[in-house]
């Protein structure tokens, strides 16, 4: 009896084509979104925020300013909207004008320039500074001995008056405001990355790579440092909030940088001198600043709800 030799067919499933893989990504990014948009729908609105002052920052250019170092004394302390005259040019103040007649609507365009790159530009160095000095004193105890007492000496004198004895002692620049604002205020950060460090360094899975003979510096990034880019992140954002507010205060004493330079700090201490005739050459650049921080710090509480395990739980 002749033997059928055909070996059965099988049927796989048929690939998604390149077509479903996009709709399925997008499907999965709409629901993330609009799972993002209901339970904190106040960190959209922060992000908007930023992205329009840091759209108007570098678009400050071609949004319809002017030299904002560019006097005007026969034009001083025009009202907002008003129209000025200057050799037959005529243009509209929209945010008025100074006690030396430049226009408010440019320098707060302008300054908006000095207080996100400052602001960024410390938290970025807090976040690079504070992963790696927090991974060494949290890991090594020699080095935790040693490099936090530092850190406690720094945290011992008040922010505001280190950062003014360090840009008085070597001069007031951006990079040097820069750095006076980012050495008083990453020793916090330090001790936050730290802190997760202590507790992640006794986890099941880092004795297991050092029983398996993992390198020491394997183990700082491969294990460790992972579990301490959340609350870097949110530390980082609250630290940039910290920094625009310290340069405002910094360039408002006149210890920052050069008052010619337009700064929301700086335009503050200008007007304070005609505050009962021009409120608005204070409250314009004082409301950027305050929408500003206000919009970071925001930011920050929502990341930090959304990444902190514990409080993801709760909210579900």
């Known amino acids: 009896m002749q033997q059928d030799t055909q070996t059965p067919q099988t049927y796989a ?69 008003s129209v000025i005259t200057d050799e037959g040019v005529s243009h509209r103040a929209w945010f008025g004008t100074d006690f030396v007649g430049r226009d408010v609507y440019s320098r707060v365009v302008y300054g908006a320039r000095i207080s996100l790159a400052v602001g960024f530009a410390v938290g970025a160095l807090t976040a690079i500074s504070a992963a790696v000095l927090g991974l060494l004193a949290g890991y090594f105890g020699v080095v935790d001995l040693i490099l936090m007492r530092i850190m406690d000496a720094i945290m011992s004198i008040p922010n505001i008056l280190l950062a003014i004895a360090l840009v008085s002692i070597v001069g007031g620049s951006v990079p040097i405001v820069i750095f006076a604002i980012w050495f008083v205020v990453f020793p916090r950060a330090v001790r936050v990355v730290r802190s997760s460090v202590l507790s992640l360094r006794e986890e099941v899975y880092v004795e297991a790579a050092r029983a398996i003979g993992a390198k ?27 920094a625009i507010l310290t340069e405002a205060i910094l360039s408002f004493l006149g210890a920052g940088i050069d008052p010619e330079t337009p700064a929301w700090g700086s335009m503050m201490a200008d007007g304070r001198r005609t505050i009962s005739q021009a409120i608005w050459v204070v409250g314009i650049p004082g409301g950027f600043l305050t929408l500003t921080v206000l919009a970071i710090n925001t930011i920050g509480d929502n990341l930090r709800d959304m990444l902190d395990p514990k409080l993801s739980r709760s909210e579900g």
Not at 43 to 63: E, K, N, Q, R, Y
Not at 234 to 240: D, E, S
């Open 13 to 81: 499933p048929d690939r998604p084509s390149v077509m479903e893989k996009a709709a399925s990504i997008w499907q999965t990014t709409k629901y993330k979104y609009r799972w993002t948009w209901r339970r904190h729908p106040m960190l959209i609105v922060g992000m908007a925020v930023l992205i329009f002052m840091g759209l108007m920052a570098i678009l400050a250019p071609i949004l319809f300013t002017m030299d904002p170092t560019a006097v005007d004394p026969p034009n001083r302390l025009a009202e907002p909207g």
């Open 216 to 242: 020491t510096p394997r183990i700082l990034i491969k294990h460790v440092f992972p579990g301490t880019v959340a609350p870097l992140i949110v530390t980082a954002t609250l630290i940039v909030a910290g």
